[in-house]
Each structure stands twice: as structure tokens, then as C-alpha cells.
């Protein structure tokens, strides 16, 4: 079993939409929960961190299930611009050693 | 300015051959590393240095060997160049373990 999971997609959903996607973790020690966003053939970015308490960041938000060891971003109004693979991490030990998903593909159609 | 720079950014060599990549950052980060990304874009931690000292190290043939002569510099070099070490190699930095600021990558084809 893979440490983070992520369904690869792609989701192909129409601009102005709300996607959600899940990620799930292995090790019930993960302290620290990040999404990242890769555009293609470009370097990933920090999208936000996820918090205990879940938390927003305009239109994203994240939400953390500790008991079912999940972690989920929704994205409401969805743009062009939010085409790209959302890559979900995980911390187990530290926040030196993070373990990566695999990442979901968004595209975006307008 | 550029935050993290890697060179260079594309890398096209025989294989058995050696070669290096470099990378740099300007944000007064104490932890550097790098990551490798294949073909199925898993990104997978190689190594890690903390104020130059090897903090991580993932199993790697030892034919990648990291070198940090600063704070702000780590280099990979690998030896002998397999097929299989064809991927984008990442670098990346952070302040005592927190937000990863990635280079924009190093795409490594090995013929």
C-alpha cells in the first residue's frame, strides 16, 4: 500500500464548477498535511498547508479526517488557471520528510 | 530574483557517464534537498542537508552522492549513468523544516 494516496484522474470539469478531491495516509503518526500544486513540467508550489481545524484560503479549502486518515481539498468556482496536478503530502516524522502522493490531475474546460 | 536555481536545466548524456547538477538558494533556508520525479511523477526524497550535515538519506544507489559546501549550495553528482536515472531531479529548500521552495527542476535523459 502506497503511504499517500491520490486518485490520478484526470477530472475534467466545466470553469465555474466545484471539484473535491481526497487523499489518503497511511501512517496514523502524519503530523504535518500540505497540498501542492504542480503545473506541467514546471516545479511544485505550496497551495496551503491543512490544518487540524481545516481551514480556507479563498476559493480552496482543506479539511483533515484524522480518524479515517484523509485529507481533502475542495475548490469552489474553479478557473482555467486551476488546471494543474494537486499533489497531496504527508509528514509522518517530521516536516524534513515529507511522502509525496502521486498527484490528481485537474483540467479545467471552459 | 530566483529563489532556488538549478543548472542545468536540461541534461542529455551517454549513459556511463558522469555528471553533476547545481543548485542554490537565496532565502537564508537551513535545509536543502533533492527529489527525483519519474515517469509516474512520484516526487521521492533522495537526500537532505541541515546547515550541511546529511540529515536524510533515502536508499540510493551510491552512485548519487550529494555535496553541500554551504548553506546555500547543494550539488548532486552522479557516476556512471544508468537509463533508469532518466528523470526530473528537484531541488529544494525550507526553514528548519517547514514550507518546501522547489527549483524549477533538472530533466536528466539518459541514451
Known amino acids: 500500500r502506497k503511504e499517500v494516496e491520490q486518485d490520478p484522474g484526470p477530472f475534467n470539469v466545466p470553469e465555474g464548477a466545484t471539484v473535491a478531491f481526497n487523499c489518503t495516509y497511511s501512517n496514523s503518526a502524519s503530523q504535518s498535511f500540505f497540498w501542492y500544486r504542480q503545473d506541467c513540467r514546471k516545479e511544485p508550489k505550496l497551495l496551503m498547508s491543512v490544518y487540524s481545524s481545516g481551514n480556507e484560503d479563498g476559493r480552496f479549502t482543506a479539511q483533515l479526517n484524522r480518524a479515517s486518515q484523509y485529507i481533502s481539498l475542495l475548490i469552489r468556482d474553479s478557473k482555467l488557471s486551476d488546471s494543474a496536478t494537486y499533489l497531496c503530502v504527508a509528514g509522518p516524522y517530521s516536516n524534513y520528510q515529507l511522502i509525496w502522493g502521486a498527484g490528481t490531475k485537474l483540467i479545467i474546460k471552459p | 530574483d530566483t529563489a532556488v536555481s538549478q543548472t542545468p536545466k536540461y541534461l542529455v548524456t551517454q549513459m556511463g557517464n558522469d555528471k553533476s547538477i547545481k543548485c542554490e538558494q537565496n532565502l537564508g533556508h537551513d535545509t536543502m534537498y533533492w527529489y527525483k520525479q519519474d515517469s509516474k511523477k512520484f516526487l521521492k526524497i533522495m537526500f537532505s542537508?541541515?546547515?550541511?550535515?546529511?540529515?536524510i538519506n533515502e536508499t540510493v544507489p551510491n552512485r548519487f552522492s550529494p555535496k553541500s559546501p554551504d548553506k546555500a549550495h547543494l550539488n548532486l553528482h552522479i557516476n556512471s549513468l544508468e537509463l533508469g536515472d532518466s528523470a526530473v531531479y528537484f531541488c529544494a529548500s525550507s526553514a528548519r523544516g517547514n514550507t518546501q521552495y522547489f527549483g524549477p527542476g533538472t530533466r536528466l535523459t539518459v541514451l
Open positions: 542537508y541541515n546547515n550541511k550535515e546529511l540529515i
